[in-house]
C-alpha cells in the first residue's frame, strides 16, 4: 500500500427530510448571504425548492436563486452566477440538485474570489487558492460531487469538457435524503449507477500491489449497486435500495476506496469526450466506454480481472485458464449494464464511429490521462473508441 493523506472535511447529514435542516446548517457553517443554485426545474417541481427556502427563511438567511444548470454543465452560467454573488456580497453557495447543479456551484465558489478567469483552473492556468463555502442538497446518486473536492465543466464555446479540483471546494456539507431520488426516470437512476460503479472500477484496477482492505472496499459497493439498481429500476420508491444507492454513490468518490493506491481514471477522460461531443449523460457514456478499455487492457494484468469476475460478479473461477474468466466478467458487466437499459456501443448512445479522429483529438487537447493501470498511446485511445463503437453482448 503507498502512503496516503485522506481529508474529508464534509458534514454529511443523511436520511428523510433531513433537508428541512438546510437553514441551520448553513448557519452552523458560517453562511448569511446565500446563492441557491439549481438545475433544470426538478427541484422546483418536486416542492424541494419551496422547502429549502423555507428552512433558509426560519433561520433568518437571506438568499437570492439561481437555476437553469443544464446536465454536463456549462461555463456561461457559472460567469453569471460570479456576477451575481459578487454583485451581492454572497459568501455561501447552496446547491440544490445533482452532480452538474453542484460542480456549476463550485465552480461559482472558486470564481469569486479570483481576479482572472475562472477557467484558468480548468485548463491548468492557475490553482485553486480560495473558494466560497458550497455545500449540497443531493437529488441524484451519481457523481459523488457531495463528497469530492472535483467540479466538471464544459465550456460552450468550444466543448471542452474539463476538470479541477482542490480540498477547498469540498462541500462544507451534503444533506443526503434518498427520498429526493425517488422522482429520478429509471434511464437516470441506471446512469447514475453506472457512473457509481464506474468511480469504483477506475480506483480497483491498479498497479499497487498489497491493498486488500481497499479492494475489499471496492468489491462491497459495486456488490451493493449490482444488488440495488435493479430493486430501485423495478420499484422506484423503493427508499431502503435508494438509501443503499445513494450512501455507495458517495462512498464510491470521497476516496475512501481508493486511497494507498495509484488509479486509472482514462475511461472518464475517453468517456467526457463523448458527453462533450454529444451531451449524452456521463453515465450512459461511461456504459459504452468502461466495458470497451476492459477489454483493450486486460491483458496487462489478467488476474485482476478474474478477481473482479470471481467476487464481484460471483463467476467461478477457471484455473486451467483465468483469462476465460476475465472475459466472462467483462461480458457479466456489460450484461449487467443492458439489463438497468444502458446503452453499450456507440449507435445505442447517439455517437458515431467517424467522429472518432475528432474525439481522439479532443482527448488530446484536454490533456488526456496517459497514465494509471495502462499507459495509452493516442492510437490506444482510438482503438477503444473502436472497440465501444461496435460493442454487443
Ligand atoms: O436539471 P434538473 O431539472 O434538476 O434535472 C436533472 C437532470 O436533467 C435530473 N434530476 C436530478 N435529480 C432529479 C432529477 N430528475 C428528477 N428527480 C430528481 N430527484 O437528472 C438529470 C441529470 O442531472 P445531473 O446533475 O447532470 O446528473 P449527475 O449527478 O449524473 O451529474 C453529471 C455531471 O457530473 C460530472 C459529469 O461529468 C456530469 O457533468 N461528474 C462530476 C464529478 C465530480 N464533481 O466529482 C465526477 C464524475 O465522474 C462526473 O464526471
Ligand atoms: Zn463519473
Known amino acids: 500500500m503507498n502512503n496516503f493523506q485522506f481529508y474529508s472535511s464534509t458534514e454529511f447529514v443523511f436520511g428523510k427530510d433531513q433537508e428541512s435542516k438546510a437553514g441551520a446548517l448553513v448557519k452552523k457553517h458560517g453562511g448569511s448571504r446565500v446563492l441557491i443554485h439549481f438545475g433544470g426545474g426538478s427541484v422546483i417541481k418536486s ?4 422547502r429549502v427556502k423555507k ?7 437571506f438568499y437570492l436563486e439561481l437555476g437553469g444548470v443544464k446536465p454536463n454543465p456549462r461555463d456561461t452560467l457559472v460567469y453569471e452566477g460570479i456576477k451575481i454573488c459578487r454583485e451581492n ?7 440544490v440538485g445533482g452532480g452538474s447543479t453542484i460542480d456549476s456551484a463550485k465552480s461559482i465558489a472558486m470564481g469569486v474570489p479570483y481576479d482572472g478567469d475562472f477557467w484558468d483552473f480548468y485548463c491548468g ?28 465543466i464544459t465550456q460552450e464555446s468550444t466543448g471542452l469538457k474539463r476538470g479541477a479540483g482542490s480540498d477547498l471546494i469540498r462541500p462544507a456539507f451534503s444533506i443526503l435524503n434518498p427520498a429526493l431520488t425517488c422522482t429520478l426516470p429509471a434511464y437516470q ?10 468511480h469504483v472500477f477506475e480506483r480497483y484496477f491498479t498497479n499497487t500491489t498489497e491493498v486488500e482492505i481497499t479492494d475489499r472496499l471496492c468489491e462491497a459497493v459495486i456488490s451493493t449497486m449490482i444488488k440495488e439498481t435493479p430493486r430501485v429500476i423495478a420499484d422506484p420508491n423503493n427508499y431502503d435500495a435508494r438509501a443503499n444507492i445513494m450512501w ?9 476506496v481508493g486511497v494507498g493506491r495509484e488509479q486509472d481514471w482514462n475511461s472518464h477522460g475517453i468517456e467526457h469526450e463523448l458527453s462533450g461531443l454529444y451531451d449524452v449523460a456521463h ?9 470497451a478499455w ?3 487492457v486486460m491483458s496487462h494484468n489478467v488476474m485482476r480481472f478474474a478477481q473482479m469476475a470471481t467476487r464481484i460478479f460471483g463467476l467461478p473461477m477457471n484455473f486451467e485458464n483465468p483469462e476465460a474468466t476475465a472475459k466472462e466478467g467483462i461480458r457479466a458487466f456489460r450484461r449487467f449494464l443492458r439489463e438497468i437499459g444502458m446503452p453499450i456501443n456507440f449507435e445505442e448512445l447517439g455517437a458515431k464511429e467517424e467522429d472518432i479522429p475528432v474525439l481522439v483529438e479532443k482527448f488530446g487537447l484536454n490533456g488526456g490521462k496517459t497514465g494509471g493501470f495502462v499507459a495509452l498511446s493516442s492510437e490506444d485511445i482510438a482503438s477503444i473508441y473502436k472497440i465501444a463503437a461496435h460493442a454487443s453482448l
Open 47 to 50: 416542492g424541494l425548492l419551496d
Open 294 to 296: 476492459m477489454e483493450f
Open 125 to 152: 492556468k492557475a490553482q485553486i487558492q480560495a473558494a466560497l463555502k458550497v455545500a449540497t442538497i443531493l437529488t441524484i446518486a451519481a457523481a459523488g460531487s457531495e463528497g469530492s473536492p472535483d467540479a466538471v
Open 189 to 198: 437512476t441506471a446512469c447514475g449507477a453506472t457512473d457509481i460503479i464506474a
Open 55 to 61: 428552512s433558509l427563511d426560519e433561520s433568518g438567511i
Open 89 to 95: 456580497n454572497i459568501d455561501f453557495i447552496l446547491a
Open 248 to 256: 455507495a454513490g458517495c462512498v464510491a468518490h470521497t476516496n475512501i
Open 283 to 291: 453515465g450512459a457514456g461511461l456504459a459504452v466506454i468502461m466495458p
